[in-house]
């Protein structure tokens, strides 16, 4: 049997959901049935102090494999930019393991990619529900808020990540992007190179690293850390292509500030 624990509070809260006016245990049971409908059946719902634990039977190894092939062939699409077929890859393989968190999640990202908000945040919130622990899907909630203006919520989720996993490199990125948003630019700064030590391949801390640097007029570091960026990122897939484009652009701008300075 396969087991989830979790709080009442990070159950509901984690997907905007309010706490259901009873603490019933009847009924907060109904709305844990129905949140977790989609685990394979018979699920068991039991009550330890602030805690609800569910119990379900795990898929057949069989079918762990065949979702795990589907998964694969999925992420091959979403790597060259492929979101729709990547997606039906991935909707197949919660067919034959609906509780496969990683599926959960690239789901989630590749909705995002194609701005289909409210199904990028069902997936997330998703892979929450069945693990509260999964720093990535928090860092997910935290674009999605970042994406909408909600920098509130947005700096919640990735606090929240950065508890779990403090050298999450997405996490410490979006968190600085935030925080650059609204007027907190030295502590910005900071966590674009947190990002860059956490990450060294990592190509969007060296971008925004040197986006403020521009800002705060210090053109010389922006230009090392672009010159950093060439040297030492890597393009993981086809999303990081603007990331590099916006990099060349900008060194070519303070190269030729810098050589107007010089003259």
């Known amino acids: 049997m396969g087991t989830i624990k979790t709080t009442i509070q990070s159950l509901f809260t984690s997907g905007g959901s309010a ?18 409908g ?13 805690s609800v634990i569910i119990s379900y039977p795990e898929e057949p190894e069989n079918d762990k494999a065949k979702a795990e092939r589907l998964a694969e ?9 492929r979101c729709e077929q990547a997606i039906k890859l991935w909707q197949r393989a919660l067919e034959f393991q609906p509780t496969r968190i990683a599926t959960w999640r690239d789901l989630g990202m590749a909705y995002f990619e194609l701005r289909r908000i409210s199904e990028a945040k069902h997936h997330f919130v998703t892979a929450l529900r069945l693990d509260p622990a999964d720093a990535d899907s928090l860092v997910g909630l935290a674009h999605l808020a970042d994406h909408q203006g909600d920098w509130v919520q ?8 950065l508890n779990i996993d403090p050298r999450n490199a997405w996490a410490l990125n979006v968190l600085g992007a935030i925080l650059a948003a609204t007027d907190r630019t030295p502590r910005a700064a900071e966590l674009f190179l947190n990002a860059i030590e956490a990450n060294p391949k990592f190509a969007t801390g060296y971008l925004n690293l040197a986006s403020i640097r521009i800002i705060q007029g210090r053109h010389d570091e922006a230009m090392e850390h672009l010159q950093q960026l060439f040297i030492h990122a890597e393009q993981q897939d086809v999303r990081d292509l603007p990331v590099f484009e916006r ?3 900008l060194f070519g701008m303070l190269k030729s500030k810098l050589a107007a300075r010089s003259n």
């Not at 062939?73 to 930019?81: S, Y």
């Not at 947005?154 to 990540?161: D, L, N, P, S, V």
């Open 154 to 161: 947005g700096e919640r989720f990735a606090r929240q990540a």
């Open 73 to 81: 062939r999925a992420a091959v699409h979403a790597v060259e930019g």
């Open 19 to 36: 706490i259901p006016p009873s603490t019933n245990d009847m009924a907060i049971g109904l709305q844990v049935a129905r949140l977790y």
């Open 38 to 50: 989609f685990l394979p059946p018979p699920i068991t719902i039991e009550f330890d102090a602030e």
């Open 247 to 249: 990099a060349r652009s």
